[in-house]
């Protein structure tokens, strides 16, 4: 990785379509001696987006209020961390005054927790904002984990949380394939690496040995037995992730085939066909979609997709206001200038 800091330096971000196994993954990230990867957050990109409101991070007291934005409400997941609260705040308060800097010291304590040397995180829905985090980690890998659309529909209609419709959960599934094939193309193969989660669970040595690769670490077999950090690693309420204390095992592949209605598999066969083919999977022949349908999904896809826009609009607009330099991480190899001025500025 000619170019790049130290794997260290660099942060790890797991994406995917919800419920394509980015938990599973996360899990045998984390049972790597080196990598602690937490549970959701649910704070970096709300406190991103939210970062006008903080003022200007020079300014010890606006950090302060920052790391109270995390720290302080239950919706962030900060406590699913098990972090001490006022050491999290020191540490935010004391740190560069970046966004990047100070949601990068709450992960960091995490790995120390864990006596790790590099921190990550994951979320599935990351994957569609991967401009907004590389602004926050320039030096970020992102690993995107892609399982059979139909089998994620499946699973997401189990789930307790979710009350969105199956039109939704197709258009997910494409968005996050679409993104997810724009981002590699763009930023190459020392940024992000895309696997399949029925290659992973088939052979997990084989492709986590390939992960390890493009992270710039060395692979541990304990990578292969990630229940053994399910424990400590996934929040007791999260009962729907109950199968990451048994061993990896194919058991849930293809069960769209029992979970699907055949409206629904038809659906998704006729809107997602091209890029189930392109990544491996086949089709059943499924009947075409009645033109309703159809018609209900376009609306929900396009809905989607100016709200997104619609995001990235005012994420540019205040960009204007801004330098890169006011977001960025500071690390230690890029940014040695900055930290002796953030320095100064705390001693004066």
Not at 142 to 149: A, E, K
Not at 258 to 278: C, F, I, N, Q
């Amino acid at each position: 990785m000619d170019g790049w800091p130290s794997p260290a330096e660099r942060p790890i971000f797991v994406i995917g379509c919800p419920r394509s196994g980015t938990t599973l993954l996360q899990l045998m990230l984390h049972a790597h001696p080196r990598l602690a990867i937490p549970p959701e957050t649910r704070f970096m990109l709300d406190v991103y987006r939210r970062r006008a409101e903080f003022g200007d991070l020079k300014d010890g007291a606006n950090r302060r209020r920052l790391a109270e934005a995390v720290t302080g409400p239950r919706n962030t997941r900060y406590r699913d961390l098990k972090l001490d609260r006022d050491e999290t705040v020191a540490a935010i308060v004391d740190g560069p005054p970046t966004v990047g800097s100070a949601l990068g010291a709450v992960l960091r304590q995490y790995a120390r927790r864990f006596g790790k040397e590099r921190w990550g995180d994951k979320r599935p829905g990351y994957y569609q904002a991967v401009d907004e985090l590389r602004r926050m980690f320039p030096h970020a890998q992102f690993v995107h984990l892609i399982r059979d659309g139909r089998d994620c529909v499946g699973s997401l209609k189990q789930m307790p949380w979710y009350k969105q419709t199956s039109y939704h959960a197709i258009s997910t599934w494409a968005e996050a394939i679409d993104y997810g094939r724009t981002a590699v193309r763009r930023l190459g193969p020392d940024t992000f690496h895309q696997l399949r989660y029925e290659d992973l669970v088939a052979d997990p040595a084989r492709e986590l040995s390939a992960l390890c690769d493009f992270l710039g670490e060395e692979f541990d077999p304990a990578m292969c037995e990630p229940r053994r950090v399910a424990k400590s690693a996934v929040p007791k309420f999260k009962t729907w992730h109950s199968n990451t204390s048994r061993d990896v095992n194919a058991s849930s592949s293809g069960s769209w085939q029992d979970r699907l209605d055949p409206w629904e598999a038809a659906l998704a066969e006729a809107v997602l066909g091209r890029r189930l083919r392109e990544n491996g999977y086949e089709l059943s022949g499924a009947p075409r979609p009645s033109a309703g349908d159809l018609a209900r999904y376009a609306r929900v896809s396009t809905k989607r997709r100016l709200a997104r826009r619609k995001r990235l609009w005012l994420d540019r607009a205040r960009r204007l206001r801004e330098a890169d330099s006011d977001v960025a991480i500071v690390t230690a190899e890029s940014g040695s200038a900055a930290s002796s001025e953030h320095t100064a500025e705390s001693d004066g």
